[in-house]
């Protein structure tokens, strides 16, 4: 059956829906999103689609994870009633012309680097809200940029669609879950847990009562550097919803950051509170 009919069977039934929409290669970190939508909604729909319109040249599309069989059998122990896999022509047909652009929330992190990232996220995310209607949507907090720009545009063009995030999950040593730690080979895993200890000592200094912006990343480049496989991309503290730099810690603020391991870009975050 058509998703769109399905969806409308179990609205006629009063039932809520929710959607969490994921690239597919499943880890730990999607299976909390999706028993947060099973917790708030009655009915929950896993899409699985690697959007190409979100990959910038050279970046890896080609190779992105994928383990479709074993990503049905985690989403059906689970408990998803639904896993929508819409074909590439599904979601792009042909003569399809259109791009969300999301201003302002998108200069700055990721989007300075990743100049088409966040059209071609907030464009399929629309496409698939517009197909799934579902009542609520659920997004993960390592994507703190992305889940500003999902946000701002179900806002901005009245998509009626709740949005809720889901926590960032990590392994044992603190390195966040992402499809992307399965690229790092033996030697640079065991170093990107640095990212998080890094965030973690900038945690540290502000609960003894640093605020100010340039020792805070300071001590997080310090920690950085010790890995030697490691290349700071970016690093910022900015507002959690403008997304625009600050100065000074006087309200919580995100300090996010990019960092290659050879060819693996990873991200990561932390709330930091005054
Ligand atoms: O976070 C992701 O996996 C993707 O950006 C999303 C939200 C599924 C859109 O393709």
């Excluded at 917790?39 to 994928?66: H, K, T, W």
């Excluded at 990107?192 to 912006?213: F, M, N, Q, W, Y």
Aim: charged content about 25%; glycine content about 8%.
């Amino acid at each position: 059956m058509q998703v769109g009919k399905l969806v409308e069977q179990w609205r006629r039934a009063r039932m809520k829906v929710g959607l969490v929409p994921t690239m597919g290669a499943l880890h730990q970190g999607h299976l909390s999103l999706v028993s947060l939508a099973l917790g708030e909604a009655d009915r929950v729909i896993v899409s699985i689609f690697v959007n190409p319109s979100q990959f910038g040249r050279g970046e890896d599309l080609s190779s992105y994870p994928s383990n479709f069989d074993e990503d049905l059998k985690k989403l059906d122990e689970a408990g998803v009633h639904c896993v929508f896999f819409p074909s590439v022509d599904e979601i792009y047909p042909e003569g399809f012309s259109t791009s969300i652009h999301v201003s302002g929330l998108t200069d700055t992190l990721c989007g300075k680097y990743r100049p088409e990232h966040f059209d071609g996220v907030a464009t399929v995310c629309s496409i698939l809200m517009s197909i799934v209607r579902p009542d609520i949507a659920v997004f993960g907090r390592k994507d703190a940029q992305q889940l500003a720009v999902i946000r701002r545009m179900v806002d901005d063009l009245r998509l009626g669609v709740e949005i809720h995030a889901g926590d960032i999950i990590r392994e044992p040593d603190g390195l966040a879950m992402s499809s992307r730690n399965s690229y790092l080979d033996p030697d640079e895993r065991r170093q990107a847990p640095v990212i998080h200890s890094g965030l973690s000592r900038a945690a540290v200094l502000v609960s003894k009562g640093e605020r100010d912006t340039e020792r805070i990343c300071g001590a997080v480049r310090e920690a950085i550097a010790e890995a030697s496989l490691a290349t700071l991309q970016y690093l910022e503290l900015v507002d959690p919803d403008s997304m625009k730099p600050v100065s000074k810690l006087t309200t919580p603020a995100l300090l996010a950051v990019a960092v290659y391991f050879g060819h693996t870009r990873l991200i990561d975050n932390v709330i930091l509170k005054p």
